[in-house]
């Protein structure tokens, strides 16, 4: 089992640019695929950005062009790179690890980071 710790949130303007880690430990990070989700007061979680254990990337509609999600194996690290922030891009961010694509499949959940936009 992997277990997953987020950092790298925090208050930032519309228009600015946040990093978001999540360090793993176990022994299945290399080939799990590693997601970032969100989820805002009211609203469902949403997936933000995954990445397979060969980089293949897929992200929601809302953040394609503007957020960058990478893995450095060699490192059990996972990044979401966040760039021209909106409003609307504030919520939790909670990372994610599982054997293949898409939430149902999750095997681990970070606890979370938040992040907020000001306009």
């Known amino acids: 089992q992997v277990q997953l710790v987020e950092s790298g949130g925090g208050l930032v303007q519309a228009g600015g640019s946040l990093r978001l880690s999540c360090a793993a430990s176990?022994?299945?990070?290399?080939?799990?695929?590693m997601g970032w989700y969100r989820q805002a007061p009211g609203k469902q979680r949403e997936l933000v950005a995954a990445?397979?254990?060969?980089?293949?990337?897929t992200y929601g509609d809302s953040v394609r062009g503007r957020f960058t999600i990478s893995r450095d194996n060699a490192k059990n690290t996972a990044y979401l790179q966040m760039n021209s922030l909106k409003p609307e891009d504030t919520a939790i961010y909670y990372c994610?690890?599982?054997?293949?694509?898409?939430?149902?499949?999750?095997?681990?959940w970070g606890q979370g980071t938040q992040v907020t936009v000001s306009s």
């Open positions: 994610a690890a599982g054997p293949t694509w898409g939430m149902n499949a999750v095997a681990s």
């Open positions: 176990g022994s299945n990070f290399r080939i799990y695929v």
């Open positions: 990445i397979s254990r060969d980089s293949s990337t």
